[in-house]
């Protein structure tokens, strides 16, 4: 396997499991025992749902990449200051 396909394990997953369960829910729909206009409705309820929550883990990916880069500008500032204090030891 090359280090290209050990990456996108995790994706294959989520996609799989999104599809699957599409899937149910267009054939639980197709058995489900109420009206057109309920269905309707219903669907229109978990759509919502689902956008409410994708915006949701949208704007924790969104604070976690920002925390991320908080946390590597920091780094190298740290990095920075120690190497010139080191640089500034050798030519005392």
């Not at 669907?43 to 946390?71: C, H, I, S, Y």
């Not at 500008?73 to 990095?79: F, L, Q, S, V």
Request: hydrophobic residues 35%; charged residues 30%.
């Amino acid at each position: 396997m090359s280090r290209h396909d050990e990456g996108s394990g995790a994706g294959s997953v989520l996609l799989a499991f999104v599809l699957g369960a599409v899937s149910g829910a267009a054939v639980a729909l197709l058995y489900a025992p109420a009206s057109g206009r309920e269905t309707r409705e219903y669907l229109g309820d978990k759509a919502r749902e689902g956008r409410e929550r994708a915006t949701a883990a949208a704007e924790k990916g969104r604070e976690f990449v920002n925390q991320g880069r908080e946390t590597l500008n920091t780094a190298i500032e740290r990095g920075r200051e120690a190497y010139q204090q080191a640089r500034s030891r050798e030519n005392a």
